[in-house]
């Protein structure tokens, strides 16, 4: 079993700052690649930020200069901190992950239930 959970969503008010984390775990081998998603009703789903196991990261450009992905490789973790926010990034942020589970040879992509970001005055 492999298992996403996302934490750190919230309430708050524009310009403030949340930070999301997530934990894999599970029966993992390696993980190559983990992102966060986010999607706002009658929207769709879009990339917010993405990190690779070797440390390239990519940003959606509304969000460049204001959010910063990490992780901590030793934890299976992603972090998002999210800064200077704005009421347009309330969504339902999803933890995303590629990795390989111990007992198979192949990737394969897992997602977390989803974080609430709600930012509002």
């Known amino acids: 079993q492999v298992q996403l959970v996302e934490s750190g969503g919230g309430l708050v008010q524009p310009g403030g700052s949340l930070r999301l984390s997530c934990a894999a775990s599970g029966s993992i081998f390696s993980i190559s690649a983990m992102a966060w998603y986010r999607q706002a009703p009658g929207k769709e789903r879009e990339l917010v930020a993405a990190?690779?196991?070797?440390?390239?990261?990519n940003y959606a450009d509304s969000v460049k200069g204001r959010f910063t992905i990490s992780r901590d490789s030793a934890k299976n973790t992603v972090n998002l901190q999210m800064n200077s926010l704005k009421p347009e990034d309330t969504a339902l942020y999803y933890c995303?992950?590629?990795?390989?589970?111990?007992?198979?040879?192949?990737?394969?992509?897992?997602w977390g239930q989803g974080t609430q970001v709600t930012v509002s005055s």
């Open positions: 995303n992950a590629i990795l390989q589970r111990t007992s198979s040879p192949t990737q394969g992509a897992y």
């Open positions: 990190i690779t196991s070797g440390g390239s990261t």
